[in-house]
């Protein structure tokens, strides 16, 4: 059974960063593209960024853009995603996904296997 577990969340104050992990278990990680998607309280699940297969080419959302970067090591089976100058706004469960089409990154539909989330929590 696929395993996706992600790690490295917690409470931080505003400003902080935090660097979110995923790794995978029980597939060919270098098949998949990577996603990171979170959901706040009361709100639909929401697209944070993605990365291709290989690592060369990475997506964001508008809302981390120029904040946010996300890796990956397809020799550890491990993707990350570094996060800089928290806002309180940016609190939620984040997600990691896995999606072997590659092409809707965007789009949380699109993924095949999902992790079970870990808690940012950004304080003012």
């Known amino acids: 059974q696929v395993q996706l577990v992600e790690s490295g969340g917690g409470l931080v104050q505003a400003g902080a960063s935090l660097r979110l992990a995923c790794t995978a278990s029980r597939l060919t990680f270098s098949n998949y593209a990577m996603g990171w998607f979170r959901q706040a309280p009361g709100k639909e699940r929401e697209f944070v960024a993605a990365v291709n297969w290989s690592g060369e080419f990475t997506y964001y959302a508008d809302s981390v853009k120029g904040r946010s970067t996300i890796s990956r090591d397809n020799a550890k089976n491990t993707v990350y995603l570094q996060m800089n100058s928290l806002k309180p706004e940016d609190t939620a469960v984040y997600y990691c996904?896995?999606?072997?089409?590659?092409?809707?990154?965007?789009?949380?539909?699109?993924?095949?296997?999902w992790g079970q989330g870990t808690q940012v929590t950004v304080s003012s």
């Open positions: 996904a896995a999606d072997y089409g590659g092409r809707q990154l965007r789009t949380a539909d699109s993924y095949d296997y």
